[in-house]
Structures are given as C-alpha cells and as structure tokens.
C-alpha cells in the first residue's frame, strides 16, 4: 500500500485557510477586496461577536452570472486573471481564486448575487465545504456574502480565536485600512446590530478626517510628488506630535495596505533627525507605481510585496517625505503651548516668507563674538524696545506677515526667548534652535568641504595615545570636517583651526567629541552612514549654551535664521524648538469673557 495518497479538497481547503483566514479579520479582508474589485461604490459590512458568529458583506457591484455561483467558491477559480503573463501586472486586490473557498471550508456560507441586466438574482450556499445548488433569490443589485460560525468545523483552531471584543479591534483595523484606501466608496459598518461607522463617498482628506481624526491631518504635512510612472501623496506627522504608539502608520501601494520594509525604512529616514527618541513616525501615504515594476503575488495575504526597483523607490520615499517635514519656521503650523496646558490650540497660519524678509548678517563663524549678528540697523531697536539698561514700557511691536515668529521681548532664566507676534506670543529654546541652525548649515557646508577658521592661538590640550594616533591617521577626514588638528607630542594635541561656522565653538571640546566619533565608527564611515550623527554632535557644542545671556538683536537675529532654516521646528534630537501662546489660548487661561 503506498504511503503517499493525494488530499482530498475538503483537506486542502482546510489547510489552505489556515494561511488566508486565520481570524475574521481576515475574512472580512477578503470579503471586501472582492467588492471592490467587483466594481461597487456601496458597501454595507455587519458583524456579530467580533465576526465569529456573523460576517455579511453586502454591494452594489457588477455581481455574478448564475452559471458563476459553484466556481466562484472553488479554489483556484477567479475572473481576475487568465494568463500568466496577467501576474506581471496585477491591477485587482484580488487575484488568487482561493479566498471564497477557503472561508466556505471552515464557515456556512450563503452568497446570493444579482449580476447586472440580468432579471433574477440566485443564491448558492456551502455548509463547511459541502457546495449546494443554485437557488433563486430575492436581491436588488450586487452580491450579498453571509459567513456564519466562522471555524465552528474546525474547533483547535476556534480556541486560538481571542475574545469578542479583540477579534472586533482586529475587524475594525481591517475596515479603517479598506476604507482609507478606497475613498470613493461609501461604507456602512455594525458590530451586534450598533453602526460604528457610517462613510459617504469622498475625498482623501475627508476620509482621513473621519477615520483617523481631524487632528491627524492637522498636525500632518502635505505630500505631493510625482515622477513618471510614480506618485506618493498623503500626510505625515510633523514630528512634534508623534507618539511612541505605530497604530497610525498607513501605507498603500496602488489601493492596497502593505507592510513593506524597503518602505518603512525609507520614511525611518526621513525622520531621522527630527524624531526624539522612542517616538515614533505617523502618517498615511498612497504610493501609485505601474503594476508591472511591483510583484504583490508573494504570500497568500497580499500585504506583502516586492519591487523591481527597490533602491529608486526608497530614494524617492524619502525624499518626498523629507521635503514635506522640511518646513522652516515661517511655513510651519505652530505648536502651541496650550496643547501642553490642556487649552484648546489655536495655530499661527503657515505664513511664507517674504522673499526680502532675511536678515543679511554675517554668518556666526565671522563675528568676533558669540553675538548673532543682525542686518537691521540698532536704531530700528532702539525705537522699539528702548536703551537696553531702561525699562520697556509696552513698545508697539510690528505686526509684520515677514516675521512670522515675532520680535523678542525679553530672555527667560538664560534658557528661552519670549517674542511677541500677530497671534500672540512664542517661547523659543534658543540652544535647541541654535543647534538646528548651525546643523543645517553644516549639512549644506560638507558637500563641498567644510570651511575652516584658524585660530589665532593653537589650543592644546592632554589626550590619550588612542586619541593621538586618531588625529595622525585621519588627518584627512578631520579637514574633510573642517579641523586641523597637529601632534605636539605622545600625549598632546593642539587645535589649529575648526569648523568655520562653529568658531565660537570650544574648540577642544569639540575637537575631543569628533576624535571620539571617528575612533568610534571610522573615518570612513564618518562621512558616510554617521555623516548626520557627527554633525549634530558638532552643532550641539557649538550652539549658543543656556544661560548665555543675549542682547534683543542677538534673539531677533535667532528668530530670523529660524523662519529660514528648514526643520526649524524641532532640534537634531526631535525636541521641539519653540511654541505658539495664542491671545486666545491667553484668554482662555484668564478665563476673559466668561
């Protein structure tokens, strides 16, 4: 007798379920890629128990021939393609013709469908794999899909199932992925005969708003590119208002939601350094490639795919999204300080900059103090905010659209800068926007060579030998940098010339923090893979420390350089720099007009 026999198709089916239909979730999944793909603006979705007693999935699409009904819930049988040339570009959710028969194996199933210009609608139904026969029905348009007792065949696998209210969450997440994607369609939801959610046909922004919040796009920035053959567009967080949870990451590839780790990585890029620590990114992005250059025929579960062209991809995710995170200042929606008091925010429109509204000083590592210089003249000063040493009795402050963060007011404990603007106040923490600033800088700076200042007189200063040999050996790198640096001995350096915009800079400090980096990591990879953390160590020594005292010129020139500097929003370790105080905000504190 032969030890190997063929499996009989309620088997295979039972087995192949186990990969496409693993919770009800999973089944409501592909219940709802088939209306869409059947061509319906309309669906309605009821649920009992979490799916596990009842899952009906009702449309308005093209339905199916009578003829249709039994192949439509055997296995491999599907509408969607012919060929196998028809896998190289997939343009249906759908495609493997075993969803149907999979859920019918394990459920009782009834599918009643009406296909258009026909007179009758029919009904078949199958009971844990068993087919019946074609039965006339009572239907308007489209299919009707009932799932009863989901695995109640199947009861090793039904204990697996968690509770009630779980295997909701799970449907629930699957609908809110569906109906994202598929703005244009109008959604009717219940769960235990209450609508959760009730969509009209619209666009991205209202479908967002109505999913994920008003507030998610809100607090997101636009993105819009394009490129032949290929658009990204959607909204990212602004990294001031991301949280450590990953439950508002949505990403779909022409209409479908993917877990894609080229992609996840190309937007972990472009947070990078505006992310603060275990924060993390949050937005909702819809990629359109061609379907040829994207292979979506790799797990039975379709959210899994391949490109052909990984690498442009990546460059191009990242790219998109970190010009939509790179706002300056003055095109940056505020964070308001209220949001942190529990009062309602009111935000700073996202003005842009007048094209003459920068200040033309000199730049940081030219002056010959640690003051930031200014291109407005000091009686412009001295007419709105007096002699420096004589008390300010409320000057009139212009309102001008140019300077969106205002003019300074006054300094806080040597830590903040308070300035006055159109809609109220701003606090600024003048060492994280500094250290952004001069980041920025030194980012543009590297692509031709970091300039170098020499210094009057040579600092030295004790090091190790490791620290010694370092500087020997990557003399090169180190002027790559900006830094010329010279033994004077086994144990001794002397610091001859630093970085140009950081020449006020403690110049052995920072010499001691980059030598540590590049013993650390490598010359080569100094320039390269921890380009970015070398620099941002660089910046943060040399920004302007706390409790430096600054003149008013000094912090106007600061919120000038911030409303041109990309990314001025936050500082190179994701923490935020400055925060809107609205006079509403201000109102609503004081509790005025009530």
């Given at each position: 007798m032969s030890a190997i026999h063929a499996l009989p198709d309620q088997l295979i089916n039972q087995i192949a379920a186990g990969e496409?239909?693993?919770?009800?979730?999973?089944?409501?999944?592909?219940?709802?890629?088939?209306?869409?793909?059947?061509?319906?603006?309309?669906?309605?979705?009821?649920?009992?128990?979490?799916?596990?007693?009842?899952?009906?999935?009702?449309?308005?699409?093209?339905?199916?021939?009578?003829?249709?009904?039994?192949?439509?819930?055997?296995?491999?049988?599907?509408s969607k393609l012919s060929t196998a040339n028809d896998l190289e570009a997939i343009a249906t959710l759908g495609f493997r013709g075993e969803a149907l028969a999979s859920i019918a194996s394990v459920s009782r199933v009834s599918l009643s469908s009406r296909a258009r210009d026909q007179p009758h609608a029919w009904r078949i139904e199958v009971d844990a794999g068993e087919v019946g026969i074609p039965q006339p029905a009572a239907l308007?348009?489209?299919?009707?899909?009932?799932?009863?007792?989901?695995?109640?065949?199947?009861?090793?696998?039904?204990?697996?199932?968690?509770?009630?209210?779980?295997?909701?969450?799970?449907?629930?997440?699957?609908?809110?992925?569906?109906?994202?994607?598929?703005?244009?369609?109008?959604?009717?939801?219940?769960?235990?005969?209450?609508?959760?959610?009730?969509?009209?046909?619209?666009?991205?922004?209202?479908?967002?708003?109505?999913?994920?919040?008003?507030?998610?796009?809100?607090?997101?920035?636009?993105?819009?590119?394009?490129?032949?053959?290929?658009?990204?567009?959607?909204?990212?967080?602004?990294?001031?208002?991301?949280?450590?949870?990953?439950?508002?990451?949505?990403?779909?590839?022409?209409?479908?939601?993917?877990?894609?780790?080229?992609?996840?990585?190309?937007?972990?890029?472009?947070?990078?350094?505006?992310?603060?620590?275990?924060?993390?990114?949050?937005?909702?992005?819809?990629?359109t490639i061609e379907p040829r250059q994207v292979d979506v025929n790799v797990h039975p579960t379709k959210t899994e795919v391949r490109f052909r062209d990984s690498g442009a991809l990546h460059q191009f995710v990242r790219r998109a999204v970190e010009k939509a995170l790179a706002a300056t200042a003055?095109?940056?929606?505020?964070?308001?300080?209220?949001?942190?008091?529990?009062?309602?925010?009111?935000?700073?429109?996202?003005?842009?900059?007048?094209?003459?509204?920068?200040?033309?000083?000199?730049?940081?590592?030219?002056?010959?103090?640690?003051?930031?210089?200014?291109?407005?003249?000091?009686?412009?000063?001295?007419?709105?905010?007096?002699?420096?040493?004589?008390?300010?009795?409320?000057?009139?402050?212009?309102?001008?659209?140019?300077?969106?963060?205002?003019?300074?007011?006054?300094?806080?404990?040597?830590?903040?800068?308070?300035?006055?603007?159109r809609d109220g106040v701003v606090l600024v923490d003048m060492h994280a926007a500094h250290e952004r600033i001069l980041y920025e800088r030194l980012k543009s700076a590297l692509n031709g060579g970091v300039p170098m200042q020499p210094l009057l007189v040579p600092a030295t200063f004790a090091a190790d030998p490791l620290d010694v040999a370092t500087a020997d050996e990557n003399a090169d790198i180190l002027g790559e940098l900006g830094f010329s640096l010279s033994v004077l001995g086994p144990s001794t350096l002397a610091v001859r010339g630093v970085p140009a915009p950081l020449a006020e800079a403690d110049s052995v400090a920072l010499a001691r923090a980059v030598l540590a980096d590049v013993r650390e990591y490598g010359g080569s990879q100094v320039l390269t893979a921890q380009r970015d953390e070398l620099l941002s160590t660089m910046a943060c020594h040399g920004a302007v420390r706390a409790h430096r005292s600054l003149t008013v010129p000094e912090m106007n020139a600061l919120l000038r350089e911030m409303e041109a500097t990309e990314r001025a929003g936050q500082c190179n370790h994701g923490r935020p720099t400055w925060y809107q105080l609205s006079l509403a905000d201000l109102d609503r504190l004081f509790m005025r007009g009530r």
């Open positions: 496409v239909v693993e919770r009800p979730a999973a089944a409501l999944k592909e219940l709802l890629e088939n209306s869409i793909d059947a061509g319906a603006s309309e669906i309605d979705i009821a649920l009992a128990r979490g799916g596990v007693k009842l899952i009906r999935v009702a449309d308005n699409g093209g339905g199916i021939e009578r003829e249709d009904l039994q192949l439509a819930v055997a296995r491999h049988a599907t308007s348009s489209g299919t009707t899909v009932t799932v009863n007792e989901l695995f109640f065949n199947t009861p090793a696998r039904r204990k697996f199932l968690r509770t009630d209210a779980t295997e909701y969450g799970h449907c629930e997440e699957t609908f809110r992925r569906i109906a994202l994607a598929q703005s244009d369609v109008a959604f009717t939801f219940q769960h235990n005969g209450s609508v959760r959610f009730r969509l009209l046909a619209q666009g991205r922004r209202a479908r967002v708003d109505a999913l994920l919040g008003i507030e998610f796009a809100a607090q997101a920035a636009h993105v819009d590119e394009h490129v032949p053959g290929l658009s990204l567009a959607g909204w990212v967080v602004r990294p001031a208002h991301a949280t450590t949870a990953r439950d508002a990451q949505y990403l779909f590839v022409n209409g479908r939601f993917v877990r894609d780790r080229v992609l996840a990585h190309a937007l972990r890029e472009a947070y990078r350094d505006v992310l603060h620590h275990d924060r993390q990114p949050a937005y909702a992005l819809w990629l003055a095109e940056q929606p505020a964070v308001s300080a209220a949001e942190k008091l529990g009062v309602a925010a009111a935000r700073v429109p996202p003005w842009a900059p007048h094209p003459g509204s920068r200040s033309d000083f000199a730049p940081l590592a030219q002056q010959t103090s640690m003051a930031l210089a200014t291109g407005e003249p000091s009686p412009f000063y001295a007419r709105l905010f007096g002699d420096r040493d004589a008390p300010v009795a409320g000057p009139d402050l212009p309102n001008d659209d140019d300077h969106p963060l205002g003019f300074a007011l006054a300094q806080l404990h040597g830590i903040f800068v308070l300035a006055q603007n």
